[in-house]
């Protein structure tokens, strides 16, 4: 297994152990001092210009991959799963808000949306639901097709152990991108564009903070690349 993995499962079998102590099956504590070591996965995300290559993009007629498109960076602007995607109705939305409760936590949360989102909820004023949507797996297909023939192809780099044997992968952007990769895109940008994190995870419905500190390296990462840009890289010769 890679290590990420392994630390899953040991987590899944430390709540059975859990449960086993509560429920006098066991009465061993020892797996408390048990510990596995993770990595961070690398946060492939959108960078703005894909975004919004993405949203203007042509597709030519072909009704399928422009209602993959909307649904996409429909998601990239408001940064939900797509199991609440798939259940967005019209009687949560009101005054440029979607309100709903989420699938995976079963918080309330209100989402304001922008421009932007507004924008592609109003191609659909005709049909039935808000968006077109279809299934999470479908989703995850079509929207590979649609990132190649935009040519969002930048090469990515995914580094893994397993045990100590690094593990390394290049891709193409377009291989790697699924539904996940629209709320990614939300937070990295959000931060890059100055959003405080508090309001972010409040949209977001993230409760955790330490999930927001892999976004926050890649903001601090923009910060650094914006200065170079402006000032010169000559400036880190003065740290």
């Not at 048990?34 to 961070?40: A, G, H, I, L, T």
């Not at 005709?126 to 299934?135: A, E, K, N, Q």
């Not at 990132?147 to 100590?164: H, N, P, R, S």
Request: overall charge positive; proline content about 2%.
């Amino acid at each position: 297994m890679l290590n990420n993995t392994a630390n899953k499962n040991i987590a899944f079998l430390k709540s059975f152990l859990i449960w086993a102590n509560l429920n006098s099956y066991a009465d061993n504590q020892s797996y408390k001092s048990f510990k596995v070591k993770s990595e961070s996965n690398e946060v492939i995300y959108l960078t703005e210009e894909e975004l919004m290559c993405l949203y203007n993009f042509d597709a030519k007629g072909n009704d399928r991959l422009e209602r993959v498109r909307d649904i996409f960076v429909f998601q990239c602007f408001t940064g939900v799963r797509y199991s609440d995607l798939l259940k967005i109705s019209r009687d949560d939305i009101s005054a440029a808000t979607w309100s709903i409760r989420t699938k995976k936590t079963h918080q309330m949360i209100e989402i304001p949306l922008s421009s932007y989102a507004i924008s592609i909820l109003a191609r659909y004023s005709d049909f039935p639901t808000p968006l077109p949507v279809i299934s999470n797996q479908k989703m995850n297909k079509y929207v590979k097709e649609l990132c190649e023939l935009a040519e969002i192809d930048a090469v990515v780099k995914t580094v893994k152990y397993q045990g100590t044997e690094r593990i390394e992968h290049t891709y193409k952007k377009y291989e790697v991108v699924g539904t996940h990769t629209a709320r990614r895109t939300f937070i990295s940008l959000s931060l890059q564009k100055g959003m405080k994190p508090e309001v972010i995870m409040s949209i977001t419905g993230h409760t955790d903070y330490k999930m927001m500190r892999k976004y926050l390296k890649i903001a601090d990462e923009h910060k650094r690349e914006e200065m170079d840009k402006v000032w010169g890289s000559g400036v880190r010769l003065l740290q």
